[in-house]
């Protein structure tokens, strides 16, 4: 679908209708659930490719690969775990937001003490909303340094295999090529995302409803949910086309897999544990992406909100109109981030500690 033919982009009351719709609220709570699921199924996954390697080591044919696996299985723990604390810090701070320092900036209340409360705790709470958000940034580094390590056991264990089958030397060739552009392109996500100022609406509603595009709802009638928003004003046209090369990408990885798949013997351990391999690259690369995206773009809206509100009640001369963020709960109690917090809870719970605790 070209951009031309997508929704244009969405008013800020309209987002907030949106995210306070019940459909769309089951549908980002499914979603938010289901990418918890896919993370814990490529611990799984990590493990059964473990015990793959380790078969495969004790042929001798090379040096053992299992150990540097099992370094990178680590290394994926630790970013599930932090991705999953990242999920539930963000979760507070928008439920601080909604309950505390929203309805304290639109309370109608006279006198320079009660004004000046409200400046000062709005100021507390960018400063430590801020730290957090650095947080994440520092979680979206992490993720881009482990998408290459894993990339690059692929394509050296690919090598290895490809030795061992001579017929499917060009297709594993061309699905390694294939992970490793998407992962540029999710690189490239990343940075773009994390430039977005979230001066428009339209890019939290975009990673909110992409996300919930995944959502297996079989009874999802939601407006929004599953279908894509346009990024087409001039911020973020440039972030809409790397959206549209993903998915291209994504399409010719998966592709790749299924011709690499087809030419091999089911019988080989070699080129099956590659197999196995290359899906869990792929699936790790996009489910977190589609998590961290996320993010970044309700941090970017945040800081917006906040800086609206900030100037609103230092300048109201300067910023006579009432922030949008303020106008909703006013109108109608309704916030944009209420539904985001409790999908993250959802994507929390559904990580489960007891994954991290063994050995």
């Known amino acids: 679908m070209s951009l031309s033919t997508k929704q ?50 004790l042929l001798g044919l090379t040096s053992p690969f299992k150990p540097q696996w099992i370094s990178l299985r680590k290394d994926f723990r630790d970013l599930l775990w932090h991705f999953r604390s990242n999920a539930g810090i963000i979760s507070g701070r928008l439920k601080m937001f909604c309950t505390v320092v929203l309805p304290l900036a639109a309370r109608n209340s006279g006198g320079s003490r009660s004004h000046d409360e409200k400046i000062q705790v709005l100021r507390s709470y960018m400063s430590i909303s801020a730290d957090h958000a650095a947080l994440t940034r520092n979680l979206v580094g992490n993720a881009i340094k482990f998408n290459h390590s894993l990339n690059a056991f692929h394509l050296d264990f690919s090598k290895f295999a490809s030795q061992n089958a001579p017929s ?15 992962e540029n392109h999710i690189r490239q996500l990343y940075h773009a995302n994390g430039k977005c100022t979230g001066l428009d609406v339209t890019h939290l509603a975009f990673s909110a409803f992409r996300l919930s595009g995944t959502s297996t709802r079989k009874t999802s009638r939601g407006r929004y949910s599953h279908q894509r928003l346009a990024l087409n004003i001039p911020d973020l046209v440039s972030l809409g086309r790397l959206y549209e090369q993903l998915d291209l990408t994504r399409n010719e990885v998966a592709h790749a897999q299924y011709t690499a798949q087809v030419c091999h013997r089911k019988t080989d351990a070699i080129t099956t544990a590659q197999t196995t391999m290359s899906t869990i690259v792929f699936d790790e690369m996009i489910a977190i992406e589609s998590g961290l995206s996320l993010f970044l773009s309700i941090w970017s809206r945040l800081q917006c909100d906040c800086t609206d509100i900030l100037q609103w009640l230092q300048n109201p001369r300067s910023h006579p109109e009432v922030p949008h963020a303020i106008i909703s709960l006013l109108d109608g109690g309704h916030t944009l981030y209420a539904t985001m917090a409790d999908a993250l809870d959802s994507c929390v719970m559904g990580i489960d500690p007891s994954h991290f605790t063994k050995p």
């Open 8 to 57: 244009k982009a969405i008013t800020y009351s309209d987002a907030v209708r949106a995210f306070n719709a019940s459909d769309v609220q089951a549908d980002l709570d499914d979603a938010c659930r289901q990418l918890a699921l896919s993370a814990v199924r490529l611990l799984d996954n990590f493990e059964y490719v473990a015990k793959q390697l380790h078969t495969i080591d």
């Open 168 to 182: 499917c030397q060009r297709e594993m060739r061309a699905l390694s090529q294939k992970l490793i552009d998407l």
